[in-house]
């Protein structure tokens, strides 16, 4: 079994800045994806950034150009950078990690106001 748990939300006011690592512990012999996720209000989950082992990255265009995803193989844990915050950003920010099956983290909230 592997253990995700995120870190770094919080409130922000627009246009503000915030860094979310996500840290995975437990049975782990080789995380290959890495990823962020974000559930808005009464919206279903949808990729905000993935990241291979290797450092290629995929973004949803709504985020290009302001958030930037990076890791650390060595302890096992990835990172969002979130810039020029929006209120449309507002969500619970989850992390997700692939081993031979999802592993997925509680949720760290972030919330952007106007």
């Known amino acids: 079994q592997v253990q995700l748990v995120e870190s770094g939300g919080g409130l922000v006011q627009a246009g503000g800045s915030l860094r979310l690592s996500c840290a995975a512990s437990g049975s782990i012999y080789w995380i290959t994806d890495m990823g962020w996720y974000r559930q808005a209000p009464g919206k279903q989950r949808d990729m905000v950034a993935t990241?291979?082992?290797?450092?290629?990255?995929n973004y949803a265009d709504s985020v290009k150009d302001r958030f930037t995803i990076s890791r650390d193989n060595a302890k096992n844990t990835v990172y969002l950078q979130m810039n020029s915050l929006k209120p449309e950003d507002t969500g619970v920010y989850s992390c997700?990690?692939?081993?031979?099956?999802?592993?997925w983290g509680q949720g760290t909230q972030v919330t952007v106001s106007s």
């Open positions: 990241i291979t082992r290797s450092g290629s990255t």
């Open positions: 997700k990690a692939l081993q031979g099956r999802s592993y």
